[in-house]
């Protein structure tokens, strides 16, 4: 079984209220082999919500408490971040996921690459919060940049 973020999957979800629908995704889910899941949400967040970034690290930072979540406002919503993270991992071990399935860029989902932190759309290297702990507990984190090479495997 696979987690997919659940905007790919073509639910309206993100920061503002939109998707990204992801054709290979969908075929997933509907073959039944995979589950949709925002970690955002589980975290407590709403729809719409503020854009976050990630700011002094990325999502292995703030999980050793090195860096923030911040709001484009600047609140601090790092907790519901690592709270939104922690229970996608405990939906992936009910599953027994093996994979999951990002939307790259998020500071909760990016895999490879996220927002820089400035609100400016500038991009750097790094992993979003919850890619990093899925990664740290051993399973295998895909960006939809990459799904079209996995396609086979998963």
Same mark, same amino acid.
């Given at each position: 079984? #696979?987690?997919?973020?659940?905007?790919?999957?073509?639910?309206?979800?993100?920061?503002?209220?939109?998707?990204?629908?992801?054709?290979?995704?969908?075929?997933?889910?509907?073959?039944?082999?995979?589950?949709?899941?925002?970690?955002?949400?589980?975290?407590? *967040?709403?729809?719409?919500?503020?854009?976050?970034?990630?700011?002094?690290?990325?999502? *292995?930072?703030?999980?050793?408490?090195?860096?923030?979540?911040?709001?484009?406002?600047?609140?601090?919503?790092?907790?519901?971040?690592?709270?939104?993270?922690?229970?996608?991992?405990?939906?992936?071990?009910? #599953?027994?996921?093996?994979?999951?399935?990002?939307?790259?860029?998020?500071?909760?989902?990016?895999?490879?690459?996220?927002?820089?932190?400035? *609100?400016?759309?500038?991009?750097?290297?790094?992993?979003?919060?919850?890619?990093?702990? +899925?990664? #740290?507990?051993?399973?295998?984190?895909?960006?939809?940049?990459? +799904?079209?090479?996995?396609?086979?495997?998963?």
């Amino acid at each position: 079984m #696979i987690l997919v973020s659940s905007c790919l999957a073509g639910n309206p979800v993100r920061y503002n209220g939109t998707s990204c629908m992801n054709d290979i995704v969908q075929k997933l889910i509907d073959e039944k082999k995979a589950v949709p899941v925002c970690p955002e949400l589980l975290g407590g *967040f709403v729809i719409p919500r503020e854009p976050a970034e990630i700011i002094g690290g990325d999502g *292995f930072d703030v999980l050793d408490g090195k860096a923030k979540v911040i709001e484009c406002s600047g609140n601090d919503v790092t907790e519901l971040y690592i709270n939104g993270a922690r229970k996608t991992l405990e939906m992936a071990k009910e #599953i027994e996921a093996t994979h999951v399935i990002l939307k790259e860029y998020s500071p909760s989902c990016g895999s490879q690459k996220i927002y820089n932190g400035e *609100f400016m759309g500038k991009r750097r290297d790094g992993a979003g919060v919850t890619a990093a702990l +899925l990664a #740290i507990n051993g399973i295998k984190v895909i960006s939809e940049q990459e +799904l079209e090479n996995w396609k086979d495997e998963v």
